[in-house]
Each structure stands twice: as C-alpha cells, then as structure tokens.
C-alpha cells in the first residue's frame, strides 16, 4: 500500500531523502506522485498537489488533508520548494522543505576574510521563517557590533557596515557585514626642515595619534564611520612642538662672522718717571669672513625668546657686541694753575686685553715731569704730573668660544584647538678658530 503525504492526492514515490544542514538545521526532499497525472496539473486543480510556501512539512492540505504518521514530522520544517515532472509515464511532485524556525539561525559559520590594511571582515547569514522580525541590536549600521573571535584568541570587535534581507513566502534570510574597527590607512608626506605630516584613516573610532592635529574630519567606508586625522611629527615619529628643546632638523652651514679688531694701551716711561708715553696701536683690523655653524630648527608654543635660548649647545651667549673698545686719558699737573690734558679714544669694531692704569710723573735736578700721548709732547709741569688711562676693553673675544648667531621666531601652523606652533631657528658656531695670515680663512 502506498503511502500519503500530507493528503491522500500524492503518494511516495520511494523514501525521502534527508540532509543535515549546519547549526541542528535539516532539509528534506518528497517526491509524490498524483492520483489524476491527467487533470492535477491543471489550473483548476493545482491547489490539490502543490501545498503553501512556508507551510509546515506536517500540516494537512485543504483537499483530502492527511496528518502525519507518529515521529514522521521534523520541527519547523518549512516548504521552500515546490515542482513537478514527468519520469516516463509517471507524474512526479517534489517538495523540499527546510528547517525554519521563528527566530534566526545562522545558514553557516561565519565567512572571514581580511582586507583593509589588516582589518576584519565578517559576513554572516542568518535564516528564520517568513516574517520573522530582524532583532533591534542587529540593524543599526555603524552602532550595532559583535566581538568576533577565531578559536582561542582575544576576540576582535567588529562594526555592524550593511546588512540585506532576501524575502520570500518560505523564509527571511538576513545577511549582515561587520568589520573590524581600526587603522584603514596611514600616509605620510615629508615637508621641510625634518617635519613630515602623517595622515591617518580610522574605521568607527578613532585610535591614538601622535603630535598635534592639524585636522580632522568624518566620512564612510561601506557604511561606517571613518574619521580622517592629519598630525605633525619630526622625521622620528615623535610629536612636533611638545617642549621645543629638541630640535626637529640639524645641518651645517657657513655663517657670516666678524672678528673684532685689536688695539693695544701701553704706558712708557722714561728718565726715572719725569717723562711718560702712553702710545695706542691697532694691531688687527676688524675682520668679515665664514665661520663653521649648525642650524637648529625647534618647533615650540611659545612665541618669545628664551635666555636658555642664547647658551644652547654650550654657547657662550649671543656674538652681538653693542659696545666696542675705548679709551680716555686725563693728565694734570700738580702745579697752582697747572694745565691739564683729556683726550677719549673710541674703536669701533674693536676690542683690547689692556687694562686701565695710573701713573705720577716727578720733576727733578729742576727739569719738568713731561707728559706725552702717542709721542708728542702734550702736558709739562715742574712740580710733577698725574695721569690715568681708563679703558674700556669692549667685547670678549670670541676665539675658542662657540656663539649663538642669531635666534628666530616665526608662526608655523595652528592646530585644531587654535593652538599656535612656531618654528624657531638658532644658529650655533663651531668654536671659533684664531686667526690665521695665510690665505683661505680660518679652516
């Protein structure tokens, strides 16, 4: 006797076969043949062999119903197909059901690839029956977020970017895309003086950065958010401007230098201190050339000279003279009435290692103290003269020493809290060299 499925119209045609599909789902397929193969597949008679899409496997049909047999019906199992053929001279319907429920299993395990710099991509598709509501915490793009995990290791956060939904009368499959929040992208662009701009593309949320950020802005990527950060950095990847004691780029060049020149005040005397000579003489002129020096270019929120500023790298202070080496004489006879002389020396550009002095000049065996500049004769008196050369040294010398050049300040950028960088540049010498006849300069 043959038996039935679902009305007395269609009887088996053989045993059903049955597959088992992941995550405790099942699909079975029926093949029947009809009582009428003539008229059933008429129009007017469809609804005697072809059941409901998403009818369940153990429900009667309207026409001639037929219950199921005792442990026969799969739980949920759900028509999604249905057709019909002809197998030699009989009329064949087969219906395949499948297992589903009133909420969402997943079709498969998770598709995983990696892309994006690294980042994970997670696709997965989930099936329930038809109408199934799609949950709240699965369809905000963007918000929604599952932490993913691959056999042992820490899980992995990943941002709801789509998701679809394919409906049909038997079932609602719902496909959702998340991806792993993180770096996209990193650029960098090298510009002057040992600054480079880094640029850098997160996914979701934004990561750490390093230096101070010049911009930022907000954009998509297959759905998620993607924040666009542009920082500044030295050539080392450390942030630029944090404390503007370090500077950013170093290079050697040739600056210009002036050796100031040298003059020298000796006194002379003569005849047992009746007769004094004080003679001045330039013994170098002043000198212009190139000196060796290291430009350091700092980067700093401070906008004003600092004193540290004229001693870095062991400097001994800024080689700016404002003061250059002088001299004033004063001679007076001791006298009633007794003539004086006064004279003030000034060399610009130049500088002396004498040292002011005094003298007093007698008169004996009736001949006049004698007081003479440069040699001549310019004071003379018979009871004796005082003089005194008082000198003002100008400027120290520089040889041996290394001299800042010069300090700048100039507005760099802003960063995005209106927060103003300046690059600062100083020039260091090397330690001056002493000066030399022969030709080529110092070195």
């Not at 019906?73 to 019909?84: F, G, H, I, K, N």
């Not at 792993?180 to 990561?207: D, M, P, R, W």
């Not at 993607?226 to 944090?242: A, C, E, R, S, Y």
């Not at 400097?315 to 002389?341: C, H, K, M, R, Y």
Request: proline share 4%.
């Amino acid at each position: 006797m043959a038996i039935s499925h679902r009305t007395n119209r269609l009887k088996l045609v053989g045993t059903p076969a049955v597959e088992q599909l992941q995550n405790g789902r099942y699909q079975l397929t029926v093949n029947c043949t009809t009582m009428n193969s003539r008229e059933d597949w008429y129009s007017s008679n469809k609804a005697r062999i072809f059941p409901d899409f998403g009818s369940l496997e153990s429900a009667e049909m309207s026409i001639d119903g037929l219950a199921p047999r005792t442990g026969e019906a799969y739980t949920d199992m759900r028509l999604v197909s249905v057709e019909s053929s002809t197998q030699r001279d009989q009329y064949i319907v087969t219906l395949v059901y499948q297992t589903l429920g009133a909420s969402f299993v997943q079709v498969k395990d998770d598709t995983i690839d990696l892309e994006l710099n690294g980042l994970r991509r997670v696709t997965r598709t989930s099936i329930a029956k038809a109408g199934t509501d799609i949950p709240d915490d699965d369809k905000d793009v963007g918000v929604d977020y599952i932490d993913h995990q691959i056999d042992s290791e820490t899980a992995v956060r990943c941002f709801l970017s789509s998701y679809k939904v394919d409906d049909n009368d038997s079932y609602r499959e719902f496909e959702r895309t998340y991806i792993q929040a993180g770096t996209l992208s990193v650029s960098t662009k090298n510009l002057a003086e040992g600054v480079k701009q880094v640029t850098t593309v997160f996914l979701v949320t934004e990561g750490t950065t390093v230096g101070p950020v010049t911009a930022r802005s907000t954009n998509n990527f297959e759905g998620l958010k993607t924040i666009t950060v542009t920082t500044m950095q030295d050539k080392d990847g450390n942030p630029l401007g944090t404390n503007g004691s370090t500077p950013v780029h170093s290079f050697d060049a040739f600056s210009n230098f002036s050796y100031p020149g040298i003059f020298t005040v000796t006194k002379e005397t003569f005849a047992n201190d009746r007769i004094a000579n004080i003679p001045i003489e330039l013994i170098k002129p002043p000198v212009q050339c190139k000196v060796q020096s290291t430009v350091n270019v700092f980067f700093t929120t401070n906008s004003t000279i600092q004193a540290s500023d004229y001693t870095y790298d062991s400097a001994s202070g800024l080689w700016s003279p404002n003061d250059w080496g002088s001299v004033v004489i004063d001679a007076e006879g001791s006298s009633t009435n007794a003539a004086q002389f006064n004279t003030s020396k000034a060399f610009r550009g130049y500088r002396t290692s004498s040292a002011s002095f005094t003298g007093l000049l007698d008169a004996t065996f009736g001949l006049s103290a004698v007081f003479r500049f440069q040699g001549n004769s310019k004071l003379t008196d018979i009871n004796g003269i005082e003089y005194t050369a008082t000198v003002n040294p100008g400027p120290s010398s520089p040889i041996g020493s290394k001299w800042v050049l010069d300090v700048k300040i100039t507005a760099a950028f802003d960063d995005i809290n209106g927060t103003t960088y300046y690059k600062k540049t100083i020039i260091v010498t090397d330690a001056i060299p002493a000066q030399v006849s022969s030709v080529g300069g110092p070195y």
